[in-house]
């Protein structure tokens, strides 16, 4: 094996939360090192912005996992292909499509969209207020009596704002993908199915995990943004009660969630041969 091989963590981008320009691991992921063409690819064309939303996550979640799985596409292809129906399955269709209802349905993942519209709705509305703000800091920084560090309160402003934008549109599509192994543990028979149930709760934790990491994170920068801006309060506690709501429901269906170890972020041990070899690249 090479030292190139050895230098990615296993898995690590499967339970990260996607902040690839906030990451310490860009190095030892091969997502990252991948990351512009599946991007672009899981992107399709819809512009840059739509990074932020659902749809470019889930896409990218599967391709994510078709790789992992089974290496890339490319290497499918055979001259066997003829051998496959790719015609559609109507019962699968149809089970497939219950599946989704069942998850769109279920009550995190409604509260966890629910919380992304009126975060949405707050970052859209509160922008004049915002400004105005802003413009009594200006103000501020120009009088001779001030003594507080105007300049430190418009930065942490907005760092917790980009917090705020980036985990709430994260936080819906990896609840669902939470709930979604969850319901989907036990579907299945034959020797297959153990193994399969396995796999899906721990895909459950492990994405259990990175939302509640969102969550904690989306609540230390809505507790700043109450202090920094009392007028908010209100719509601001609002946003708190349903993460701790959803932080709640979560450690109580998945209980094995907040002990997932993630590769990488949260300690979990990278195999010696591979650390001894990452110091040779
Ligand atoms: S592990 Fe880090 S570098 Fe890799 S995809 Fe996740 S955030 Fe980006």
Sequence with gaps: MTAQKHRFIPGIYNYCDYWCERCAFTRRCRNFTM??????????????????????????????????????????????????????????????????????????????????????????SSNADLKAHAQGLLDAARSPFTRDDVEEEARQIGEMIEVVAWYHTFIPPKMSRAVGGLLERDRGDGPAADILRESRLHDANGSGKVTLVAIERSIAAWLRLRDMLPAHESAILNMLAMLDRMRRGIRATLPGAESFRRPGFDGEPVPEEEESNHADV
């Design 35 to 124: 990351g512009g063409e599946m991007e672009r690819e899981a992107r399709g064309d819809h512009p840059v912005e739509d990074a932020t939303n659902a749809a470019f996550w889930n896409g990218l979640a599967e391709k994510l996992r078709e790789t992992t799985v089974f290496g890339p596409r490319d290497q499918w292809a055979s001259d066997s292909d003829d051998d496959f129906d790719d015609g559609p399955d109507p019962e699968w269709e149809a089970r497939e499509a219950a599946h989704q209802e069942s998850v769109r349905q279920h009550a995190l993942c409604r509260l966890a969209m629910e919380y992304k519209q009126q975060a949405d709705a707050w970052l859209k």
